[in-house]
């Protein structure tokens, strides 16, 4: 296996391995684990994908979510993003399903407003429009590591605020239905994610999180967009090009993404498989510390 260094500073494509060798051979996940810790955004091209083939793939990282409420392939463990009506035609700009995939375009990082926060997510492309539609992502461990001294150590005890209902009402105003505001209550993450396997501290953020814990509401969305934009500026991005065949994994612990757009009477179709973080990938010192730990 071939570890290519694509991006700036982190991101590389993985040759010479396809997902059903990482799925069946130990050695072959092992290199893939270690070089998902150490570039946080790996390539896979020209799979031959099925659902079951990345699931398999998936599985090796640990438990796949199942799919929440209001999403399409709810109860499984796909994600279904598509932009593809009932009649097989792409859906109207102002149509739900378009909607989702422009706040998808916001900068953000998987299920942070989960109970259980991602570790990794799987993206295939199944249909790709002729232009645009590319993802880019950020290495939030490289963006902490560009701030200064100071405002690492602050930031390593500061905790931030998420919820789905926040980032896509910035899309527009009840995108979130009921029913999955009931599900998916505001949730509350240490606001630097430290990689177990190397140590490296990464900044946890993305378009859900409103509000800094402590801090009044404008100081706090204040930092969350100072620190966005200091993790998203110019020339820090890997740009995915998708082909037919791509398959892009990356770690939600340490990088974040977008989707960018596309002319909306072409059809796109990606599904993706997300895999729960567990206690060996750092989740158990993210949360709040309760009242009673502290006393
Ligand atoms: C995702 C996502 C963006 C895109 O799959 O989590 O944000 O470009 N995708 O489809
Ligand atoms: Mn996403």
């Given at each position: 296996?071939?570890?290519?260094?694509?991006?700036?500073?982190?991101?590389?494509?993985?040759?010479?391995?396809?997902?059903?060798?990482?799925?069946?051979?130990?050695?072959?996940?092992?290199?893939?684990?270690?070089?998902?810790?150490?570039?946080?955004?790996?390539?896979?091209?020209?799979?031959?994908?099925?659902?079951?083939?990345?699931?398999?793939?998936?599985?090796?990282?640990?438990?796949?979510?199942?799919?929440?409420?209001?999403?399409?392939?709810?109860?499984?463990?796909?994600?279904?993003?598509?932009?593809?009506?009932?009649?097989?035609?792409?859906?109207?700009?102002?149509?739900?399903?378009?909607?989702?995939?422009?706040?998808?375009?916001?900068?953000?990082?998987?299920?942070?407003?989960?109970?259980?926060?991602?570790?990794?997510?799987?993206?295939?492309?199944?249909?790709?429009?002729?232009?645009?539609?590319?993802?880019?992502?950020?290495?939030?461990?490289?963006?902490?590591?560009?701030?200064?001294?100071?405002?690492?150590?602050?930031?390593?005890?500061?905790?931030?605020?998420?919820?789905?209902?926040?980032?896509?009402?910035?899309?527009?105003?009840?995108?979130?239905?009921?029913?999955?505001?009931?599900?998916?209550?505001?949730?509350?993450?240490r606001?630097?994610?430290r990689?177990p396997?190397?140590?490296?501290?990464?900044?946890?953020?993305?378009?859900?999180?409103?509000?800094?814990?402590?801090?009044?509401?404008?100081?706090?969305?204040?930092?969350?967009?100072?620190?966005?934009?200091?993790?998203?500026?110019?020339?820090?991005?890997?740009?995915?090009?998708?082909?037919?065949?791509?398959?892009?994994?990356?770690?939600?612990?340490?990088?974040?993404?977008?989707?960018?757009?596309?002319?909306?009477?072409?059809?796109?179709?990606?599904?993706?498989?997300?895999?729960?973080a567990t206690e060996a990938d750092g989740v158990a010192t993210m949360g709040?510390?309760?009242?009673?730990?502290?006393?």
């Amino acid at each position: 296996m071939d570890v290519i260094p694509l991006g700036p500073g982190f991101a590389a494509e993985v040759r010479g391995a396809t997902l059903s060798d990482v799925a069946s051979d130990d050695a072959a996940y092992a290199a893939t684990r270690a070089a998902f810790e150490e570039h946080s955004v790996l390539v896979f091209r020209g799979q031959h994908v099925t659902d079951d083939i990345q699931l398999a793939f998936s599985r090796r990282f640990g438990p796949p979510e199942v799919t929440k409420v209001g999403s399409m392939g709810t109860g499984s463990h796909f994600v279904i993003l598509s932009t593809i009506g009932p009649d097989g035609k792409a859906v109207p700009a102002d149509h739900r399903q378009a909607l989702r995939a422009r706040a998808n375009q916001l900068w953000h990082t998987d299920s942070s407003f989960k109970r259980v926060p991602a570790l990794t997510s799987i993206l295939s492309a199944r249909i790709i429009p002729a232009h645009g539609g590319e993802t880019e992502y950020v290495s939030t461990r490289r963006a902490f590591e560009r701030l200064e001294q100071g405002l690492r150590n602050k930031l390593e005890n500061c905790f931030a605020w998420h919820d789905y209902a926040h980032s896509r009402g910035r899309i527009a105003p009840g995108l979130a239905s009921p029913e999955e505001q009931a599900a998916l209550p505001p949730v509350c993450w240490r606001m630097v994610w430290r990689n177990p396997v190397n140590g490296r501290g990464a900044l946890y953020l993305a378009s859900h999180a409103y509000a800094v814990e402590g801090m009044d509401a404008a100081a706090g969305k204040k930092l969350i967009d100072e620190l966005t934009d200091a993790a998203t500026a110019p020339g820090t991005s890997y740009l995915h090009q998708w082909r037919q065949g791509d398959v892009v994994m990356w770690d939600n612990r340490a990088t974040m993404h977008r989707g960018r757009p596309w002319p909306a009477h072409e059809a796109r179709l990606m599904i993706r498989t997300t895999i729960s973080a567990t206690e060996a990938d750092g989740v158990a010192t993210m949360g709040l510390p309760s009242p009673q730990a502290a006393e």
